[in-house]
């Protein structure tokens, strides 16, 4: 399926979607049927209205692309906030998409099963940690499709997002070799986690052995993310995993990629990402043998 870019926007660094994106980006269904046990409501329309997309039946992904030329084989699958009860799919997924895309990175933005909107029938801890497994063994197994190093796929979660991207970040996804579908052979854990005013749900007790490198950053005066935060630098700490942590003075919930902030240090919050990704090596080309965290 393809679809448009959107209206225009501008970046904090001053560059525009237009330059960002392809003139189309593709969606892909996590599943070709349907999700399992779903399979019937895969055709059932969606809701969108504003900033949101409700009622999603039939996970996908929205793959966007770095101009031609510009890839480095990095990628990172975008899982947007909205308490699981409405994906803020344009500013927390498509936005900093073609952000990522600027970058050389691939982005893929994940619409996931809302376990907490009215009505739904869907389980945060069965249907939604699906989706996050499926997608991230879609872009693992489907890499070379996409010019992608396969050691080189990370996580993105903004707010209910960051609980998403915690159920693949510290918890056994890998792979089941003997499975008919080739996806589900793929391991489902990231390379690195971005976790942007991140819920609490899915805070590992320890830091577990191989959990990805992280970035967090929040505000202090966002009082949840503001909380969890500082206790995972120290678990990070514990585990001896590299970790980064930004928590700015000012800027509440939901500042989204910043460019509607008055803050100069939200709206600039991007190039600290930017930075830490660059600092790891992953804006780098790949190369074989080259560690994915830039060690």
Same mark, same amino acid.
């Given at each position: ?29 996590? &599943? ?19 900033? &949101? ?44 998409? #073609? ?17 907490? #909107? #009215? ?149 600039? &919050?991007? #190039?600290?990402?930017?930075? &830490? ?19």
């Amino acid at each position: 399926m393809k679809h448009r870019c959107l209206t225009p926007f501008v970046f904090v660094i001053g560059i525009a979607t237009a330059q960002l994106c392809a003139e189309n980006f593709t969606v892909i269904p996590l &599943w070709s049927d349907g999700a399992p046990g779903f399979a019937g409501r895969k055709n059932e329309p969606e809701e969108a209205k504003d900033y &949101w997309v409700k009622s999603v039946h039939n996970p996908s992904l929205t793959v966007v692309l770095p101009p031609k030329g510009k890839a480095n084989g990095t990628a990172v699958v975008i899982c947007p906030g909205g308490g699981h009860r409405e994906l803020v799919f344009n500013r927390e997924g498509i936005e900093p998409a #073609q952000y990522f895309a600027h970058l050389g990175v691939t982005a893929f933005v994940l619409k996931y099963r809302l376990a907490r #909107q #009215q009505g739904s029938p869907y389980k945060l801890e069965e249907d939604t940690f699906a989706d996050i497994k499926r997608a991230m063994r879609i872009v693992r197994n489907r890499a070379g499709e996409w010019g992608i190093n396969p050691d080189r796929i990370g996580i993105m979660g903004w707010s209910a997002g960051g609980e998403v991207a915690a159920m693949v970040s510290y918890r056994p996804v890998t792979g089941d070799p003997t499975a008919v579908d080739p996806i589900d052979r793929a391991d489902a854990k990231p390379n690195f986690e971005i976790s942007i005013y991140p819920g609490g749900y899915g805070t590992p007790e320890t830091v577990p052995a191989g959990s990805p490198p992280a970035f967090f950053l929040c505000a202090n005066d966002d009082q949840g993310p503001a909380k969890t935060i500082p206790i995972m630098l120290e678990k990070y700490r514990a585990a001896g995993i590299p970790v980064e942590v930004h928590i700015y003075a000012e800027g509440h919930h939901a500042f989204n990629m910043g460019d509607r902030s008055d803050l100069v240090s939200i709206r600039a &919050w991007p #190039q600290r990402m930017a930075d &830490w990704l660059e600092d790891r090596g992953l804006l780098r080309p790949a190369r074989n043998g080259t560690s994915p965290t830039g060690k």
